[in-house]
């Protein structure tokens, strides 16, 4: 039997913080595992919020990977917000995980996704918090493994100190691969120690252990530059390549996504197209560690697509990949896919676009409901800018883009820019805001008017490893803040909005994208001196990471402002993509002459490395999907259509040409309601228990809506243009309050029998929803609030002082002609006289320590008063000795005319 602790959250830790469900869990498709029947248990983790963790789709997937084996369990943790944070150092509550609540220094892995450099100051957080030490050789046998993966990987020795081991690449076999290892390890008996464990993972390819490697500098000891990584064994390898999926079709992937009951980033299906670019943009990373591009087949996606959508009740799905539009089949896919869940309602959209008008004909296809607006990249203000950095559109491309974006009724336009890139000139940047305003003038010249809103969004560029850039220095704050004002001064329509980059965020990114072991010294400085959740611009404390290189004796203008010579030892090259440093110095000299590389995955190979290097290739379908089209204007021709051919020829195929024309209202549908539909009301009295206490009353009803789009009951939705499940609720119910008592009515396209919609909608409910009653209703009604006039709650806190004193305090109240509460919200403040909205008196009632309160509340169409600011007046005003903070209420009865509202049917 495991001695694992598992940590209980007070009720009053969960009562105090902003979004209490960050640290409850139980969402949908959650895993909960026996934890003492499984041999090897990770602890998944992405140092930020929960909200920023639950986007990932990495992380979910290795999610469903290693719960898929019956001896793996894996579990999830995120960076508690400060506010949690201040309420567990308080009460010395270690980091614990959010399926079983164990504390996280229990389990064999902890795994942190690492997406961005400005993070790593949360990961020494998280560890401080679970009670493990920050520093990889100061953990004892009794200590989980710490291991990293991401897209930071290509240069993990900032961190390497902190870390056990990397895995490099693609994790999805490697994981398995690694568990593996421990659970044969912990067979034998745990031979060597954790050092032993460690040598045996140097044998995995894609893993990379720092602890057998040693830098080695030019000068004595840490002085100089880098020089060297020495393997300390001989099974460590000189240069770890990342681990890569070969068939993306094959691979497995999300099947039961997990459902928050919050809302989050990204919070809809992403279904993954494919992986990898080559498109070849030179500042891009991603585009080269991401390589090749391995595409899934569209019957393989359709299925998936079915699978995600049945077991989430998502209505939302983001066709996913560094660039959807180049999937070939895409234009068929979309096709397809809005067909299948036509009668569904779910929505498509795509991340991002190509600068062309394929693209827009796609998205007018994908958003025939609501047109929310348009993002393009061109990246750079000149032709000459976007050549050096081999974007490969023009401006006629974009303009074009645009231009039929505005004809189809599009009017806001959101287009991304960087500075700062290698070359670039005040020309360069006062080209940004002249292409911003020839978009403006160009729908004005399309429509007529003005009306048009272009947002513009500039980062300052960053230099990263395994780039053609990556030799390149980084500009200083002062000038990034000198051309950011130059932009400025360059905008004056007032149809575009300009947004920017904190510089000085961005700097100290650069210097820990390119830095070595020695900054690790200086990452657990600003740590400790209160550098956490850096990413978030309001958080991040500038002065503490300066302060830290000064601390430290560390120049930061060493690691990003320098200019790098070619043959110069790279302290990230031993973990690498696959890709050749000759390659990368090629597309450098290009770079400096402005010429083009073109696109490999359609064009001749550029000679990267990365296919040979890894033995992986390239998978698209474009030439399957060309010959598809070829046997259709064949069979067409064959049958002398004409039009046919020509629309077979023109359907969104692989050379992204093509135009999509609106289908045309079909009778009964959003664009032509037709006749007069019969619907069905039903009315449930349901719960709202204590594993959903801390969630939302918008995040409860949406509960509902996704369960009733994974029970497949014939929903009603609203006619028009943005149509919505037909689904209302009775009075909003506070956060961190229960009931016994909510109402929901909802409306079917077709009678059914009331156990077979109880039994369909049950199963799909989470713990802390049940469906107690559930009605027909047959004559017309008011709405649910129309007829909601009272709810009734209970209310049990701790109480130390005597029972005569708190009866006489609930007395006083009563007498009181009228008690006031100071109601503050953030955009107003208010007295609210509570006495108007008290049925009857208070009721008390002691027991075992605790005081027991019941309300009975009027609700009228001007407001209501909540049972916690009329016990907070009976504390603060009538001297009742309890803490507001430690109440638990739950409200047992909504009422409308003395009955239950569920007892109005009929």
Same mark, same amino acid.
């Given at each position: 039997?495991?001695?694992?602790?598992?940590?209980?959250?007070?009720?009053?830790?969960?009562?105090?913080?902003?979004?209490?469900?960050?640290?409850?869990?139980?969402?949908?498709?959650?895993?909960?595992?026996?934890?003492?029947?499984?041999?090897?248990?990770?602890?998944?983790?992405?140092?930020?919020?929960? #909200?920023?963790?639950?986007?990932?789709?990495?992380?979910?997937?290795?999610?469903?990977?290693?719960?898929?084996?019956?001896?793996?369990?894996?579990?999830?943790?995120? @960076?508690?917000?400060?506010?949690?944070?201040?309420?567990?150092?308080?009460?010395?509550?270690?980091?614990?995980?959010? %399926?079983?609540?164990?504390?996280?220094?229990?389990?064999?892995?902890?795994?942190?996704?690492?997406?961005?450099?400005?993070?790593?100051?949360?990961?020494?957080?998280?560890?401080?918090?679970?009670?493990?030490?920050?520093?990889?050789?100061?953990?004892?046998?009794?200590?989980?493994?710490?291991?990293?993966?991401?897209?930071?990987?290509?240069?993990?020795?900032?961190?390497?100190?902190? /870390?056990? /081991?990397?895995?490099?690449?693609?994790?999805?076999?490697?994981?398995?691969?690694?568990?593996?290892?421990?659970?044969?390890?912990?067979?034998?008996? =745990?031979?060597?120690?954790?050092?032993?464990?460690?040598?045996?993972?140097?044998?995995?390819?894609?893993?990379?252990?720092?602890?057998?490697?040693?830098?080695?500098?030019?000068?004595?000891?840490?002085?100089?530059?880098?020089?060297?990584?020495?393997?300390?064994?001989?099974?460590?390898?000189?240069?770890?390549?990342?681990?890569?999926?070969?068939?993306?079709?094959?691979?497995?992937?999300?099947?039961?996504?997990?459902?928050?009951?919050?809302?989050?980033?990204?919070?809809?299906?992403?279904?993954?197209?494919?992986?990898?670019?080559?498109?070849?943009?030179?500042?891009?990373?991603?585009?080269?560690?991401?390589?090749?591009?391995?595409?899934?087949?569209? %019957?393989?996606?359709?299925?998936?697509?079915?699978?995600?959508?049945?077991?989430?009740?998502?209505?939302?799905?983001?066709?996913?990949?560094?660039?959807?539009?180049?999937?070939?089949?895409?234009?068929?896919?979309?096709?397809?896919?809005?067909?299948?869940?036509?009668?569904?309602?779910?929505?498509?959209?795509?991340?991002?676009?190509?600068?062309?008008?394929?693209?827009?004909?796609?998205?007018?296809?994908?958003?025939?409901? =609501?047109?929310?607006?348009?993002?393009?990249?061109?990246?750079?203000?000149?032709?000459?800018?976007?050549?050096?950095?081999?974007?490969?559109?023009?401006?006629?491309?974009?303009?074009?883009?645009?231009?039929?974006?505005?004809?189809?009724?599009?009017?806001?336009?959101?287009?991304?820019?960087?500075?700062?890139?290698?070359?670039?000139?005040? %020309?360069?940047?006062?080209?940004?805001?002249?292409?911003?305003?020839?978009?403006?003038?160009?729908?004005?010249?399309?429509?007529?008017?003005?009306?048009?809103?272009?947002?513009? *969004?500039?980062?300052?560029?960053?230099?990263?490893?395994?780039?053609?850039?990556?030799?390149?220095?980084?500009?200083?704050? #002062?000038?990034? #803040?000198?051309?950011?004002?130059?932009?400025?001064?360059?905008?004056?329509?007032?149809?575009?909005?300009?947004?920017?980059?904190?510089?000085?965020?961005?700097?100290?990114?650069?210097?820990?994208?390119?830095?070595?072991?020695?900054?690790?010294?200086?990452?657990?400085?600003?740590?400790?001196?209160?550098?956490?959740?850096?990413?978030?611009?309001?958080?991040?404390?500038?002065?503490?990471?300066?302060?830290?290189?000064?601390?430290?004796?560390?120049?930061?203008?060493?690691?990003? @402002?320098?200019?790098?010579?070619?043959?110069?030892?790279?302290?990230?090259?031993?973990? *690498?993509?696959?890709?050749?440093?000759?390659?990368?110095?090629?597309?450098?000299?290009?770079?400096?002459?402005?010429?083009?590389?073109?696109?490999?995955?359609?064009?001749?190979?550029?000679?990267?490395?990365?296919?040979?290097?890894?033995?992986?290739?390239?998978?698209?379908?474009?030439?399957?999907?060309?010959?598809?089209?070829?046997?259709?204007?064949?069979?067409?021709?064959?049958?002398?259509?004409?039009?046919?051919?020509?629309?077979?020829?023109?359907?969104?195929?692989?050379?992204?040409?093509?135009?999509?024309?609106?289908?045309?209202?079909?009778?009964?549908?959003?664009?032509?309601?037709?006749?007069?539909?019969?619907?069905?009301?039903?009315? @449930?009295?349901?719960?709202?228990?204590?594993?959903?206490?801390?969630?939302?009353?918008?995040?409860?009803?949406?509960?509902?809506?996704?369960?009733?789009?994974?029970?497949?009951?014939?929903?009603?939705?609203?006619?028009?243009?943005?149509?919505?499940?037909?689904?209302?609720?009775?009075?909003?119910?506070?956060?961190?309050?229960?009931?016994?008592?909510?109402?929901?009515?909802?409306?079917?396209?077709?009678?059914?029998?009331?156990?077979?919609?109880?039994?369909?909608?049950?199963?799909?409910?989470?713990?802390?929803?049940?469906?107690?009653?559930?009605?027909?209703?047959?004559?017309?009604?008011?709405?649910?609030?129309?007829?909601?006039?009272?709810?009734?709650?209970?209310?049990?806190?701790?109480?130390?002082?005597?029972?005569?004193?708190?009866?006489?305090?609930?007395?006083?109240?009563?007498?009181?002609?009228?008690?006031?509460?100071?109601?503050?919200?953030?955009?107003?403040?208010?007295?609210?006289?509570?006495?108007?909205?008290?049925?009857?008196?208070?009721?008390?009632?002691?027991?075992?320590?605790?005081?027991?309160?019941?309300?009975?509340?009027?609700?009228?169409?001007?407001?209501?008063?909540?049972?916690?600011?009329?016990?907070?007046?009976?504390?603060?005003?009538?001297?009742?000795?309890?803490?507001?903070?430690?109440?638990?209420?739950?409200?047992?009865?909504?009422?409308?005319?003395?009955?239950?509202?569920?007892?109005?049917?009929?």
């Amino acid at each position: 039997m495991s001695k694992a602790r598992t940590v209980q959250v007070p009720h009053e830790v969960l009562q105090a913080v902003l979004k209490p469900s960050r640290y409850t869990g139980g969402e949908w498709n959650a895993v909960h595992k026996d934890w003492d029947s499984v041999d090897c248990r990770w602890a998944l983790a992405l140092p930020d919020v929960y #909200e920023v963790g639950m986007s990932n789709l990495g992380l979910a997937i290795l999610y469903e990977i290693l719960n898929s084996e019956e001896k793996i369990v894996a579990e999830r943790v995120y @960076a508690p917000w400060t506010d949690m944070e201040e309420e567990m150092r308080a009460r010395k509550m270690p980091l614990f995980s959010l %399926e079983s609540k164990h504390e996280i220094s229990a389990f064999d892995f902890l795994g942190f996704s690492l997406q961005y450099e400005m993070i790593y100051s949360n990961v020494l957080n998280m560890l401080d918090l679970a009670g493990i030490p920050l520093w990889a050789k100061d953990r004892g046998e009794d200590m989980p493994f710490i291991l990293g993966g991401g897209p930071c990987v290509y240069n993990v020795e900032p961190l390497a100190d902190f /870390f056990d /081991f990397f895995i490099i690449g693609e994790g999805e076999d490697a994981v398995k691969e690694v568990s593996a290892a421990l659970i044969e390890w912990k067979g034998e008996g =745990r031979p060597g120690g954790r050092r032993g464990f460690l040598e045996r993972l140097l044998e995995i390819p894609g893993i990379y252990v720092p602890s057998f490697y040693q830098p080695e500098y030019t000068g004595a000891g840490e002085e100089g530059d880098f020089k060297a990584l020495q393997p300390l064994s001989p099974k460590a390898q000189p240069i770890i390549y990342k681990r890569v999926i070969k068939d993306m079709n094959t691979a497995k992937s999300v099947e039961r996504p997990l459902v928050p009951f919050m809302d989050i980033v990204h919070n809809r299906i992403m279904l993954e197209l494919f992986r990898g670019c080559s498109r070849g943009c030179r500042f891009c990373q991603a585009g080269i560690c991401y390589r090749p591009a391995r595409e899934r087949r569209e %019957e393989n996606l359709r299925k998936m697509a079915r699978n995600l959508v049945d077991s989430s009740g998502y209505d939302e799905m983001s066709l996913t990949s560094l660039s959807s539009a180049d999937y070939s089949c895409l234009g068929r896919l979309v096709d397809d896919l809005l067909a299948d869940f036509k009668e569904e309602k779910v929505s498509f959209s795509l991340p991002s676009l190509r600068i062309d008008s394929f693209s827009i004909d796609l998205a007018h296809k994908m958003q025939q409901v =609501r047109k929310s607006g348009l993002t393009f990249a061109p990246e750079a203000g000149t032709q000459r800018m976007r050549d050096v950095i081999n974007k490969g559109v023009t401006e006629e491309n974009l303009l074009t883009a645009c231009g039929a974006a505005f004809r189809q009724g599009w009017k806001q336009v959101k287009l991304y820019f960087m500075m700062g890139l290698p070359t670039e000139t005040d %020309e360069d940047i006062i080209g940004i805001a002249e292409l911003a305003k020839k978009v403006v003038d160009l729908y004005t010249e399309i429509k007529g008017r003005r009306g048009v809103k272009v947002t513009i *969004s500039v980062s300052c560029f960053v230099p990263k490893p395994f780039t053609p850039f990556q030799w390149f220095g980084q500009l200083p704050i #002062e000038e990034f #803040e000198r051309r950011q004002r130059l932009l400025k001064e360059h905008i004056r329509d007032r149809a575009i909005t300009f947004n920017y980059h904190d510089a000085r965020l961005s700097v100290i990114e650069g210097v820990l994208a390119r830095g070595d072991r020695r900054l690790a010294k200086v990452i657990y400085q600003a740590w400790a001196d209160g550098a956490k959740f850096d990413g978030w611009s309001d958080l991040y404390k500038d002065e503490i990471w300066h302060e830290a290189f000064k601390k430290c004796g560390i120049d930061l203008s060493y690691y990003n @402002a320098r200019h790098r010579e070619f043959g110069e030892a790279l302290p990230w090259a031993h973990t *690498s993509p696959g890709v050749n440093e000759e390659f990368l110095r090629r597309e450098w000299e290009k770079a400096m002459q402005g010429a083009l590389t073109e696109d490999c995955r359609r064009g001749r190979c550029s000679a990267c490395g990365i296919c040979t290097n890894l033995k992986v290739n390239v998978v698209d379908f474009a030439k399957e999907e060309e010959m598809i089209k070829a046997e259709e204007a064949f069979a067409a021709s064959v049958r002398g259509e004409g039009e046919a051919v020509q629309e077979a020829l023109g359907s969104g195929a692989a050379d992204g040409e093509g135009t999509f024309k609106p289908q045309k209202a079909v009778k009964g549908s959003p664009q032509h309601p037709g006749t007069q539909r019969k619907l069905y009301k039903y009315r @449930a009295e349901i719960t709202k228990g204590d594993e959903l206490r801390y969630v939302s009353h918008l995040d409860y009803a949406n509960i509902f809506l996704r369960a009733f789009d994974r029970s497949k009951l014939p929903m009603a939705y609203s006619e028009g243009f943005n149509p919505h499940m037909k689904v209302a609720f009775a009075s909003a119910l506070s956060l961190g309050v229960t009931s016994r008592a909510e109402y929901m009515d909802f409306e079917l396209t077709r009678e059914m029998a009331q156990p077979e919609v109880w039994d369909k909608l049950k199963a799909q409910l989470p713990p802390g929803v049940e469906v107690r009653e559930l009605k027909l209703l047959k004559e017309k009604a008011p709405a649910l609030m129309a007829q909601t006039d009272e709810a009734r709650y209970s209310l049990v806190v701790p109480y130390e002082g005597t029972e005569e004193e708190a009866m006489a305090a609930v007395a006083a109240y009563n007498k009181a002609p009228e008690a006031v509460y100071n109601r503050v919200t953030p955009k107003k403040k208010r007295e609210i006289e509570t006495k108007q909205y008290m049925m009857k008196p208070v009721e008390a009632a002691m027991a075992d320590g605790e005081l027991q309160l019941d309300f009975d509340i009027s609700v009228t169409p001007e407001g209501s008063v909540k049972p916690l600011e009329v016990f907070t007046v009976i504390v603060e005003s009538f001297g009742l000795k309890a803490q507001p903070h430690q109440a638990r209420i739950e409200r047992t009865a909504l009422m409308g005319k003395g009955r239950r509202l569920i007892d109005l049917v009929n």
